[in-house]
Each structure stands twice: as structure tokens, then as C-alpha cells.
């Protein structure tokens, strides 16, 4: 089991700043990738951001140049620093992690999420 807790989402106002954060505990696995999802009322959970292991990372194009991920391999954690933000960013943001466990298989882990409103 992998638990994976988010922090940092609030209230800002357009143009601002937001830094979110993940952290994942449990027993014996490894993360082959971490990131966030984002999701409004209605629609489908979309990518923002991920991050491998050996730190290729991807974004959507709605966020590149405003949004930065990070990760620290050993404390498997995650960081998302947005900046420039709009109201169009508003959502409950999802950690989402692909992890391995003693054996080849990989399994696909979420948080709770954690709500960004950005007002205009």
C-alpha cells in the first residue's frame, strides 16, 4: 500500500503564486513516476504535470511556461510551483503516482486532492 498526501492548495488571486506538495509513504516500493491531475466539476480529470524517476518531466500546454515539477527521489516527494495563475486553473489537483512493489508490475496510486481557486 502507498499513501500518497497533498498540501499547499488555497485561495489566490489571478496572477499569483501556489505551491503544492506530495508525499509518499508505505513499504518496500519505488516510484516510476509522479505528478498531478486536475479536475472540475463535470469534467474529466486532466494531466498538469508529471515527473519520472530519472527526471523527464511533462506538462500540459495549458500550464508550460508557468508551472514548474519537482521531485526529491528520496524522500518521494513531489512539488508543483505554479505561477502566473489563472482562474482557468481553478480545480481539485490529484497527486498521482506509478510505483512497483517487489515485483515488475506496476500499479497507479491517488491522493485526495487538494483545491486551487484562483479568483479573477
Known amino acids: 500500500q502507498v499513501e500518497l498526501v497533498e498540501s499547499g492548495g488555497g485561495l489566490v488571486q489571478a496572477g499569483g503564486s501556489l505551491r503544492l506538495a506530495c508525499a509518499a509513504s508505505?513499504?518496500?516500493?519505488?516510484?516510476?513516476?509522479i505528478g498531478w491531475y486536475r479536475q472540475t466539476p463535470g469534467q474529466q480529470r486532466e494531466l498538469v504535470a508529471t515527473?519520472?524517476?530519472?527526471?523527464?518531466?511533462a506538462y500540459a500546454d495549458s500550464v508550460k511556461g508557468r508551472f514548474t515539477i519537482s521531485s526529491d527521489n528520496a524522500k518521494n516527494t513531489v512539488q508543483l510551483q505554479m505561477g502566473s495563475l489563472k482562474p482557468e486553473d481553478t480545480a481539485v489537483y490529484f497527486c498521482?503516482?506509478?510505483?512497483?512493489?517487489?515485483?515488475?508490475?506496476?500499479?497507479?496510486?491517488w491522493g485526495q486532492g487538494t483545491q486551487v481557486t484562483v479568483s479573477s
Open positions: 508505505g513499504t518496500t516500493f519505488s516510484i516510476n513516476l
Open positions: 515527473i519520472t524517476n530519472d527526471g523527464k518531466t
Open positions: 498521482y503516482a506509478i510505483v512497483k512493489f517487489q515485483t515488475p508490475q506496476t500499479f497507479q496510486w
